[in-house]
Nanobody, 122 residues
Framework: QVQLVESGGGLVQAGGSLRLSCAAS????????MGWFRRAPGKDREFVAA????????YYADSVKDRFTISRDNAKNTVYLQMNVLKPEDTAVYYC???????????????WGQGTQVTVSS
């Protein structure tokens, strides 16, 4: 069982930056591929970014590529999402997720956090 707790959300003006953190419980954090997802009001949840076990590979949605950076610190059981040049359309609840299924880019994640709100004003 893995518990995930996100933090770092808030209100920011367009063009600004935020860094989200997701702290995971347990001793086997490095065995999980970690992902970030978001759900905007009235929309389906969408993939944002993912990072493999030791951080060698990262994946991004086209909408955030070159603006967002996912990283992880396995010693701290934490995954981060650095978000730069934020746009109003980035407004959403952001969730982190963990998958232990062995795939570098999972289709389905095993564990989810409760989410943190990010609001970008124009």
């Amino acid at each position: 069982q893995v518990q995930l707790v996100e933090s770092g959300g808030g209100l920011v003006q367009a063009g600004g930056s935020l860094r989200l953190s997701c702290a995971a419980s347990g001793r086997t954090f490095s065995r999980y591929v970690m992902g970030w997802f978001r759900r905007a009001p009235g929309k389906d949840r969408e993939f944002v970014a993912a990072i493999t076990w030791r951080g060698v590979s990262t994946y991004y949605a086209d909408s955030v590529k070159d603006r967002f950076t996912i990283s992880r610190d396995n010693a701290k059981n934490t995954v981060y999402l650095q978000m730069n040049v934020l746009k109003p359309e980035d407004t959403a609840v952001y969730y982190c997720a963990a998958d232990g299924g062995g795939k570098a880019l999972p289709v389905k994640y095993d564990y989810w956090g409760q989410g943190t709100q990010v609001t970008v004003s124009s």
